[in-house]
């Protein structure tokens, strides 16, 4: 009998599991707080818990679906990116997938960037993660699980995970149910207790689901990943595209915006040489961003093998970004980070994994610096 695993139960569904072992139900009030805010790993810390309870969880119940494969660490220490194994999912699909999460400094911030899915169906050409192909959705326990597994490395230096982007491997909203089951254990004051503010939710364009989140009460901060700011090179590097145009998209942004008090939403745009780059692109992004309170964040495109895609050089990025600014467009550059780890999603799943299955390196935990 395959244990039950914890994290994937609400605390309804707890305090079922729980009065049917024939446990009060406040129980589940204390085992959610062991596991959400004194990010137990077992059965053993939760000392409030009678001898028995505790002996039939470490025998019943799992409290982790994620086993950790390999480590890296950026060579500034700004950056760390874990991969990790799942279990197999329902009928078995899926077995031996594996997802990645990536802890990153700042100053005042520890952001981290947890995946939805194992592979993604969205076949972004330029996407590392896109090109494995897509395993299976995670479950909500196995999201939440890969901020669990980074608090207990920030606790341990006295840190906390202060934001979290759902941009890592996958697209969130076609795993509709278990990200936002997710979002709502991270969010509750019984749970997690993130703030929804501190959260953002990346999505290639899926406009029924967007128009789903509208009406959630978990307002997260909305990215959609745009990469092209007309219809028919859209088309080729976000194929969603196709099927959800620009101006289905937009106008799903807009009714976004007047649900959610957010001030824009971002638009996520990875930059590649000679592909979206040039001053004409510049000047259409501009162009879209009268259509819609947003503001634009460039990437750097991350390299991966057989990609057939480069990054733009700075100069082209500075001068794209230029023509936002003068268009009175917000845009932000963001700052490359972690090409030593195969920072890029879906590159260590790919790749890496397979030179450190080779060579054996782990990397251990040490002090991420702000």
């Known amino acids: 009998m395959e244990p039950i695993q914890l994290l994937d139960l609400s605390q309804e569904e707890l305090q079922t599991l729980l009065a049917d072992w024939g446990e009060p139900r406040y129980r589940a009030g204390q085992i959610q707080g062991w596991l959400y805010q004194r990010y137990a790993a077992s059965p053993e810390e939760m000392t409030d818990l009678p001898k028995p309870l505790r002996a039939r969880l470490a025998v019943e119940t799992s409290f982790n679906p994620l086993t950790p494969l390999v480590t890296l660490d950026s060579s500034d220490g700004q950056t760390r990116k874990t991969l990790f194994g799942l279990p197999a999912g329902e009928s078995g699909l899926g077995a031996g997938a594996q997802v990645e999460a990536v802890l990153m400094g700042y100053k005042k911030r520890r952001t981290l960037c947890i995946s939805t899915q194992a592979g993604c169906a969205m076949g972004c050409p330029f996407c590392a993660t896109g090109q494995g192909g897509f395993a299976r959705n995670l479950t909500a326990g196995e999201i939440v699980a890969q901020v669990l597994y980074y608090a207990r490395v920030l606790a341990r230096q006295g840190q906390r995970v202060t934001n ?33 503010r501190a959260m953002t939710l990346s999505t290639v364009g899926l406009v029924p689901a967007m128009r789903r989140v509208i009406h959630e009460p978990e307002q997260v901060g909305l990215a959609v990943s745009l990469h092209a700011p007309v219809d028919a090179l859209r088309d080729e590097l976000v194929p969603v595209n196709r099927k959800y145009p620009l101006s289905e998209l937009i106008a799903a942004c807009n009714r976004y915006l007047e649900k959610a008090p957010r001030d824009f939403i971002t638009f996520e745009y990875v930059m590649l040489e000679g592909v979206n780059d040039t001053e004409a692109h510049a000047r259409e992004a501009a162009a879209l961003a009268r259509r819609v309170r947003c503001k634009y964040n460039l990437i750097p495109f991350n390299p991966f093998a057989g990609s057939g895609y480069k990054r733009s050089s700075a100069e ?14 917000t845009v932000t550059t963001r700052k490359t980070r972690g090409d030593d780890i195969a920072a890029a999603c879906g590159q260590l799943a790919g790749d890496v994994a397979d030179r450190t299955r080779r060579s054996a390196r782990r990397v251990p935990i040490k002090e991420v610096h702000a």
């Open 316 to 329: 082209r990025i500075r001068r794209f970004a230029e023509i936002l600014q003068r268009a009175g467009v």
């Open 164 to 196: 979290v982007v759902f941009m890592g491997m996958g697209e969130p909203l076609a795993n509709y149910a278990a990200t936002w089951a997710a979002i709502r254990r991270l969010n509750a004051p019984s749970g997690f207790g993130l703030g929804a």
